[in-house]
C-alpha cells in the first residue's frame, strides 16, 4: 500500500488569464503575472485502493471539507487518470482532497487543487515506480496547466509570470507581501472560469484584449523593479476593472462585482487619496476582493482593516500570517 500527500497554493494574478487560444491543454490569449497565496492551500493525498479510482473529501483538522460536485469529482478524475497515464501508473487510487479555504467563489481554488493533485501523482508514481522519470517544477506545471490554467502559476512560490505554454519563477525586490481577503460571499458562482473564458471572446472588449494585457504586464514588470508601489497600484486596479469588463459587455453579459465588492473599491481608494499609500486591489472570477500590503504597511494595514469590519458588517478578512500578531 503506497500513500503520499502534496499540497500547493492558490495564486492572486495581478494581470489575468482570461481567453484562451487553445481550450484542449490551456493556452491562454495574453500573459498573466500572480503572486502565490502560501496560506491558501489544497492538500491531495493518493492512496492505492482496488476498484474503480474515486475522490473522497480529506478530513484534516483547519481544513474546510466541502463535498466537490458531481461534476468537480468527474474533472478531478478525469485528470488524475490523464496524469496516471503520464507515468504509467496502473493501479488503481483513492485520492482525497480538502482546501483550507472556501472553493469557487474567487479565491482559485482550481489553481491550487489541480496543482496539488499534479505534485501528488508525480509523488506517488514515484514511490510506486522505480523507473518514474524525474519532472522539475517547470514539467509538472506545464502538466497542471492541461487540468486548469491558471495552476501552472501555482507551481512556485512567490512571483510567477506565464505566457504561452510554460509558466516561470520571477524574482523581485519585493519578494514578500501581505494578503488579506475581504470574504462578501462564498457562495459558489454561477459562472464557472470555464464558461468566462469562452464568453468573454464575445465581448468587443476582447479584440484589444491581449495588446492591453501584454502592456500592462510590461508595465507592471518595471514597476514592481524600480519598487513603484503607486504605479503597481493603478496597473493592478486597471487590470482587474479590464476583465470585469469583459465578463459586463460578454453576450449574454454577466458579472461577479456586486454593491459590496465596490464599497470595498472605494474604501481602497479614499485610504490612498488621505495616506498616499495603500494596498495593491484586485478581484477574481468572484465578489470577493483581495489586498496585497508590503511588509512595512501593516499598521496602515490592521487600521484599515478595522475600517473594513466596521463600515461592512458582512465581511469577513482571511489574512496571511503576517497579521497573525497584528489582530
Ligand atoms: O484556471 P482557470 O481556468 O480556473 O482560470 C481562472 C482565471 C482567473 O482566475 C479568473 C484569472 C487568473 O489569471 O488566475
Not at 127 to 140: K, N, T, Y
Not at 252 to 274: C, G, H, I, M, N
Request: hydrophobic share 40%.
Amino acid at each position: 500500500m503506497s500513500k503520499v500527500t502534496e499540497s500547493a497554493p492558490a495564486n492572486i494574478a495581478l494581470i489575468k488569464y482570461m481567453g484562451k487560444t487553445s481550450s484542449a491543454d490551456n493556452t491562454p490569449t495574453n500573459p498573466s503575472l500572480s503572486w502565490s497565496l502560501s496560506h491558501l492551500v489544497t492538500e491531495v493525498e493518493i492512496e492505492s485502493s482496488s476498484g474503480e479510482d474515486r475522490w473522497e473529501p480529506l478530513v484534516k483538522p483547519g481544513f474546510d471539507t466541502p463535498c466537490l460536485s458531481e461534476k468537480g469529482q468527474q474533472r478531478f478524475l478525469k485528470f488524475a487518470s490523464h496524469l496516471k497515464s503520464v507515468w504509467g501508473v496502473e493501479q488503481s487510487v483513492v485520492i482525497r482532497s480538502a482546501n483550507n479555504f472556501p472553493a469557487d467563489c474567487g479565491i482559485a481554488s482550481s489553481a491550487s487543487s489541480f496543482a496539488a493533485l499534479t505534485k501528488a501523482m508525480y509523488a506517488f508514481a514515484r514511490a510506486v515506480q522505480a523507473q518514474a522519470p524525474e519532472f522539475s517544477l517547470e514539467d509538472l506545471s506545464r502538466l497542471s496547466r492541461e487540468g486548469s490554467g491558471s495552476s501552472c502559476r501555482s507551481l512556485f512560490p512567490g512571483w510567477a509570470i506565464w505566457e504561452n505554454q510554460q509558466a516561470h519563477a520571477v524574482e523581485y525586490p519585493i519578494p514578500d507581501v501581505a494578503h488579506s481577503l475581504i470574504l462578501l460571499s462564498e457562495e459558489k458562482k454561477t459562472v464557472s472560469s470555464s464558461e468566462a473564458h469562452r464568453l468573454v471572446a464575445t465581448s468587443p472588449r476582447f479584440k484589444m484584449r491581449p495588446e492591453r494585457a501584454k502592456a500592462r504586464l510590461q508595465s507592471l514588470d518595471k514597476a514592481l523593479r524600480s519598487k513603484n508601489w503607486v504605479l503597481c497600484y493603478g496597473l493592478v486596479r486597471d487590470e482587474y476593472i479590464d476583465m470585469h469588463e469583459l465578463f459586463e459587455t460578454s453576450e449574454p453579459a454577466f458579472s461577479y462585482r456586486t454593491d459590496e465588492s465596490k464599497k470595498a473599491d472605494t474604501l481602497v481608494q479614499t485610504l490612498w487619496r488621505e495616506h498616499h499609500d495603500g494596498p495593491i486591489i484586485t478581484m477574481d472570477a468572484g465578489p470577493n476582493v483581495h489586498l496585497l500590503w508590503r511588509p512595512d504597511q501593516l499598521e496602515l494595514a490592521k487600521e484599515f482593516h478595522k475600517k473594513i469590519l466596521n463600515d461592512m458588517p458582512s465581511a469577513r478578512l482571511i489574512l496571511s500570517p503576517h497579521f497573525m500578531r497584528e489582530l
